[in-house]
């Protein structure tokens, strides 16, 4: 049972430092020009660095991930932490199941992206070699582990199992 609420208090974590990371850093591509300069100079130092290619110039594919972010994902959050803060919240399975196989899906685009698409011709910095590929899929790979181990989590632990209802005779 120990286990179980460390897991659950992980996950309330990640949930809370999610709502700034969404706000201050994801959301950038879809207001360009609203976040003070040292954001905005962040994240320039960031795509230019580490040559992600997907915040600095995101293709509308990924501007689309970025909307369900910032209109469903960011409300979201609170809650989610709220439940696992809370523990054995049995109601909040299905929103998990529903978020966290959103995100694998979305990383795993990402990763593949990243991984496989030639940047040759890229208009802003991209990744050429292997190392610079990886090291770019390893700030979105934690995001692809921790939805893994939290839909796993969900899925066979006891405490968010769903409650059988019993029939009347």
């Known amino acids: 049972m120990a286990a179980t609420r460390v897991l659950e208090w ?68 609170p809650v989610a932490a709220y439940a696992f803060w809370k523990g054995n919240c049995k109601w909040i399975r299905i929103p998990v199941i529903i978020y966290t196989t959103h995100v694998i899906t979305v990383v795993v685009a990402c990763l593949a992206h990243f991984l496989f698409t030639d940047f040759s011709n890229a208009k802003v910095p991209a990744p050429q070699t292997l190392q610079e590929r990886l090291t770019v899929s390893a700030f979105y790979a934690p995001f692809l582990a921790i939805s893994l181990a939290m839909l796993l989590f969900v899925l066979f632990s006891s405490a968010y199992k769903p409650v059988e209802k019993k029939k009347k005779k």
Request: charged share 10%; no cysteine.
């Open 10 to 77: 992980i996950f309330a974590f990640y949930f809370l430092i999610h709502i700034p990371v969404t706000l201050f850093i994801d959301l950038q591509p879809l207001l360009p020009g609203v976040y003070p300069s040292a954001l905005s100079d962040a994240m320039t130092w960031y795509t230019v660095t580490f040559k992600d290619p997907l915040m600095a110039s995101p293709e509308p594919w990924f501007l689309s991930v970025l909307y369900l972010e910032a209109f469903l994902q960011l409300f979201f959050f």
